[in-house]
């Protein structure tokens, strides 16, 4: 297992995997800096807790950001897979089909989380900047920036999914459009829809139970996901 | 006898239509197995089967005396593969490529560099696979199907693609595996010409069934030949032949003996110095391997 995530993080060398690792959380974080930049003044007077204001801000994008580097990390992946069909290679090595899914999940959970690190870095590092008066509120700063990677392991799951099994990858690049937009609406689409949970908000305002459903029903997709992948024949 | 390869009634079908039917192969150790068939006869869904990336729709497969249901991972651990067009990652070098299989069949390091001298590769290993000619793709592929050392070696249609150097190379590779490193090798083609120039068994199939299996041998026997004699005079050669109770036929300056054991050609011989004759040739006609080919592809089973 080890080995095949070694084999897989060597296959997505030149492939802007790492770039989009570090663009997503600067991104996110860019988009603060510009409101920021333009309208501090104002931002500051909107609350009287700028730190926890400043962190819900950045939190506005994080759900897109993630969703969206899902659609586009899953669907890079299968097609560096598809291009010369190299998971007929692939699957005749001995390894089972269970663990090339595994590793793939795994890999791509990785680097998410590396983003969330970074955007919890970035995000520490423009508050701390600012300079706001309140101190700095550590735990709503890690909730911020992992509740919604949690939260958004369904998508990932699901999208893994269809990328995979899809020969055509305008697909899993459609519903990941449609998931962007998704998550994009949250606000206005039900709570059992899995692109709302990243944006951490649910009828109950209680944050946990998006991560708690984002891991649970993570899990369920991803099974299904790959009970799927090693039941159809490889082409 | 014990076979390396050994499938019985396997059978394959997409939807309704039907892939493979009730094949069975036997493949012996150290055999160069050619097997061939027009496109679209079930050769590379055969092959899909006997490397687990298809499941037979009935029928059994047994690689070195195991099942590969049971034993799917250690059968294909002693088994190199060369499926179609060569996968690779374009974006990574060809030691690249080879690294990232390496760490997952988990060789030496050093391996990589023997399969790369193997195919000739050593001088553009550092560089990127895009940038490859066809023909180096195809021996990237080989290089990556011997990485593990295996016992058995499967590729289909390897000739694909490569030029006539290129062709020749693969060919006096794929003869020397069993030799040097008792490798057994199942080689799939389309063309009769390539598989009769390495193969020491053939099996030829077609519409998904096995219509020939025996060695390379006997199916030249069955290609039988004719003699056919040029002489001065042929009619009244024809004429006395046939005096004599043989099967003869003429045209123009040749007359065509059907059967041509020695004794039958030295009678023949024979007879006609003694009848004066000048004789100015005696050849032996084969019947080509492609015309049997053609033949039994086109009947489903001639034999």
């Not at chain 1, 520490?124 to 992992?146: C, Q, R, T």
């Not at chain 2, 160069?32 to 687990?52: C, E, H, S, V």
């Not at chain 2, 023949?268 to 492609?290: D, F």
């Amino acid at each position: 297992m080890i080995s095949m995530m070694q084999t897989d993080f060597l296959k997505i060398k030149r492939k802007g995997f790492w770039f989009l690792t570090f663009l997503g959380p600067i991104g996110v974080v860019a988009l603060q800096m510009v409101n920021y930049g333009v309208r501090k003044e104002y931002l500051l007077q909107q609350s009287e807790n700028d730190w926890l204001y400043y962190l819900q801000n950045i939190t506005a994008f994080t759900p897109l950001a993630l969703v969206l580097g899902i659609a586009i990390f899953t669907s890079f992946m299968a097609s560096i897979e598809n291009e010369t069909n190299a998971w007929k290679q692939l699957i005749a090595l001995p390894v089972s089909k269970m663990t090339v899914y595994l590793s793939k999940f795994t890999m791509l959970a990785c680097l998410l989380f590396i983003s969330s690190i970074l955007l919890m870095l970035f995000t520490l590092g423009f508050g701390v900047f600012l300079s706001f008066d309140e101190a700095i509120p550590w735990l709503e700063l890690v909730k911020y920036s992992f509740y919604p990677y949690f939260a958004a392991l369904p998508v990932l799951a699901l999208q893994l999914w269809i990328a995979t099994v899809s020969k055509n990858q305008g697909i899993p690049i459609t519903t990941g459009i449609f998931g962007v937009i998704f998550a994009y609406s949250a606000h206005i689409i039900p709570d059992w829809m899995i692109w709302k949970w990243p944006s951490l908000m649910n009828q109950w305002d209680e944050p946990l139970i998006n991560v708690l459903l984002g891991l649970g029903v993570g899990c369920l997709l991803y099974v299904v996901g790959m009970l799927d992948f090693t039941r159809r024949d490889v082409l | 006898m014990e076979y390396i390869v050994k499938t019985s009634n396997l059978s394959k079908h997409f939807g309704k239509e039907v892939a493979v039917e009730g094949l069975n192969m036997n493949i012996k150790k150290g055999d160069i197995y050619g097997f061939l068939g027009p496109n679209g006869a079930g050769k590379t869904t055969t092959i899909r089967m006997l490397l687990g990336l298809m499941k037979p729709a009935s029928g059994s497969i047994h690689i070195f005396g195991q099942d590969i249901k049971q034993h799917r991972k250690n059968i294909l651990a002693r088994v190199g593969s060369l499926v179609e067009n060569p996968s690779y990652y374009p974006h990574l070098t060809a030691y690249e490529n080879l690294e990232a299989l390496r760490k997952i069949i988990g060789v030496p390091k050093k391996r990589i560099y023997e399969v790369v001298e193997t195919v000739r590769l050593t001088e553009v290993a550092d560089k990127k696979v895009k940038g490859f000619s066809l023909g180096m793709k195809q021996r990237l592929g080989i290089a990556m199907s011997l990485l593990n050392q295996p016992q058995l070696l499967i590729l289909d249609e390897p000739m694909n693609g490569l030029d006539p150097s290129g062709i020749i190379e693969i060919r006096e590779l794929i003869k020397r595996l069993p030799e040097e490193f008792g490798i057994t090798v199942l080689v799939s083609s389309h063309l009769l010409s390539e598989i009769d120039q390495m193969a020491t068994t053939v099996g030829i199939v077609t519409k998904g069934k096995m219509i020939f299996q025996d060695s390379i041998e006997a199916m030249r026997t069955l290609a039988g030949h004719t003699i056919s004699i040029q002489v001065n005079h042929a009619e009244q050669a024809w004429r006395l032949l046939l005096a004599k109770g043989m099967k003869v036929e003429h045209e123009n300056d040749f007359i065509t003996l059907q059967e041509s054991s020695n004794e039958m050609v030295a009678e023949t011989v024979r007879l006609l110095v003694q009848a004066n004759l000048s004789i100015y040739r005696v050849e032996e006609e084969k019947r080509s391997l492609e015309d049997i080919f053609l033949s039994m592809t086109r009947e489903d089973s001639a034999v």
